[in-house]
Nanobody, 119 residues
Framework: QVRLVESGGGLVQPGGPLRLSCAASGRTFSIYTMGWYRQAPGKQRELVARITSTSNTNYADSVKGRFSISRDNAKNTVYLQMNSLKPEDTAVYYC?????????????WGQGTQVTVSS
């Protein structure tokens, strides 16, 4: 199992950017599919973006064109660059590591980082 620690959350004004980071333990980071989920109060958990070991990416329709996921295998870190943020992006964001796309949600989860978009 891999240990994940998210950082970079906070309060940002609508339209602003924010970058989340997720640092992973272990020496096999490069083989994992990594993803970012989010959950807002009273809403279902949502997969925001994912990136495979070969750097194929996929995004939720709600964030396409605004968010970008990337990974740096040398640093065991995955990033979520969020631009043009909207109040509806407010949620706790979780980093996840899984062995495959289909089973990503059953993988290892970080503790989450709060993102609040508000003026």
């Amino acid at each position: 199992q891999v240990r994940l620690v998210e950082s970079g959350g906070g309060l940002v004004q609508p339209g602003g950017p924010l970058r989340l980071s997720c640092a992973a333990s272990g020496r096999t980071f490069s083989i994992y599919t990594m993803g970012w989920y989010r959950q807002a109060p009273g809403k279902q958990r949502e997969l925001v973006a994912r990136i495979t070991s070969t750097s194929n990416t996929n995004y939720a329709d709600s964030v396409k064109g605004r968010f970008s996921i990337s990974r740096d295998n040398a640093k065991n870190t995955v990033y979520l660059q969020m631009n043009s943020l909207k109040p509806e992006d407010t949620a706790v964001y979780y980093c996840v590591a899984g062995s495959a796309v289909a089973t990503l949600s059953k993988g290892s989860w970080g503790q989450g980082t709060q993102v609040t978009v508000s003026s």
